[in-house]
């Protein structure tokens, strides 16, 4: 994997996504870490995929931080390219930041749809 390669990946989302104008920060961890930072800031002991914090006004602008053993984990268990996988994070990361919510059954089906979407449109082409 790349730093260019995910640079550009992002940006294709965030295009497909109508958004033209962002400040991201992609924070790419393992999972001690992104526990210890679920702990300090979220309050919660244990390990995630993904946390993000961030605002949409007139631009995007947040910080995405993903765990790569967790992205390994989903990666091998999903049957997916490791790269897939982390595109992913990084989708399911900027729509946390749009807004959107998963903490429900039918908002986390509705988010899934989304990011395939926007991932399957071009990656794997």
Known sequence: MSCS????????????LGIHKASLNLVLVGDE????????????????DVI?????RGGLQGD?????????????????????????YVCHGILHILGWDDSR??????????????LKSFLFK
Request: proline fraction near 1%; hydrophobic fraction near 35%; aromatic fraction near 12%.
């Open 33 to 48: 870490k992104i526990r210890m930072l679920n702990r300090r800031f979220l309050k919660h002991d244990r390990v995630t």
């Open 5 to 16: 390669k995910l640079k550009k990946s992002t940006a294709k989302i965030l295009r497909s």
């Open 105 to 118: 059954a039918a908002g986390r089906r509705r988010m899934w749809r989304k990011q395939e979407e926007i």
């Open 52 to 56: 993000t914090w961030g605002e949409y």
């Open 64 to 88: 995405i931080v993903i765990s790569l053993d967790t992205t390994q984990r989903q990666a091998a268990h999903y049957g997916n390219p490791f790269f897939y996988e982390l595109c992913f």
